[in-house]
């Protein structure tokens, strides 16, 4: 199973696919959902409230890296155990939900 995965990431129609498996496998479903509010924002609505920031990614990134609060309300984010790569991975595919 695991080797059929990392076969699919390399396709390009399965990316959006394979950075779900990467947000799951790193527990970030724990606390968001696609559309809707669990611990944390839905990837929905953080994607909406940074549709017009340009290179809004780079910010992400480092936040789901280095965690953080007071954006969408007191409960914090803990840090995260992602690479930067990872966590650039997973903020652009985030900004790409709807
Ligand atoms: C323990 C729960 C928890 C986990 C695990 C978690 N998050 Fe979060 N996340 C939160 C909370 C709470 C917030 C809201 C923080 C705030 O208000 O500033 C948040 C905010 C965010 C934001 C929006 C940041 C902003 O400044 O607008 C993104 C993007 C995000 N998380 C992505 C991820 C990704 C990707 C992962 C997995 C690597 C992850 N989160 C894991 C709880 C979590």
New binding site residues.
């Given amino acids: 199973m695991k080797a059929l995965l990392l076969g699919l990431a390399l396709i390009a129609p399965a990316a959006a696919f394979a950075n779900q498996e990467l ?1 799951q496998k ?3 479903m ?3 959902a696609l559309d809707k509010k669990l ?3 839905s ?1 929905k609505d ?1 994607a909406a ?2 549709a017009k920031e340009k290179d809004a990614y780079k ?2 990134a480092e ?2 890296q280095k965690g ?6 007191p ?4 840090a ?1 155990a ?1 690479t930067p790569a990872e ?1 650039e991975t ?2 652009k595919w ?1 900004l790409t939900i709807k």
């Fill in positions: 947000a790193k527990n970030c724990a606390c968001h611990v944390g924002p990837y953080v409230k940074y910010k992400l936040k789901i953080g609060s007071g954006v969408w309300g409960m914090p984010m803990p995260n992602v966590a997973l903020a985030v």
